[in-house]
């Protein structure tokens, strides 16, 4: 069973960058498509952004593409979201998920195609 943990989140200002981590434990993940997803308070989870188990696909949300990057370092088993140029709109919780499906070189949009799921980080940008 694999196991999620992000960290990184917190509170800032508009403008600034935060990094988040999914480290993970248990099965290693470097065969899985990785993802981020986040929830805002009265919305749906929405997908941020994903990458292939080599690193070499990724995909974004239009919301965030430019600003974003996601990677993975498969030797630790950790994945991370760089978030730059950040928007009071970017507050949420955000997920670290895990796809199932093995040596995928495609990415995974809906969180209905992830298995395994984080306990969630909290992002809050001020303006």
């Known amino acids: 069973q694999v196991q999620l943990v992000e960290s990184g989140g917190g509170l800032v200002q508009a403008g600034v960058s935060l990094r988040l981590s999914c480290a993970a434990s248990g099965p290693t993940i470097s065969a899985f498509v990785m993802g981020w997803f986040r929830q805002a308070p009265g919305k749906d989870r929405e997908f941020v952004a994903a990458i292939t188990w080599s690193g070499r696909n990724t995909g974004y949300a239009d919301s965030v593409k430019g600003r974003f990057t996601i990677s993975r370092d498969n030797a630790k088993n950790t994945v991370f979201l760089q978030m730059n140029s950040l928007k009071p709109e970017d507050t949420a919780v955000y997920y670290c998920?895990?796809?199932?499906?093995?040596?995928?070189?495609?990415?995974?949009?809906?969180?209905?195609?992830?298995?395994?799921w984080g306990q969630g980080t909290q992002v809050t940008v001020s303006s």
């Open positions: 998920a895990a796809a199932g499906t093995l040596f995928s070189r495609d990415i995974y949009y809906t969180p209905q195609q992830y298995s395994y």
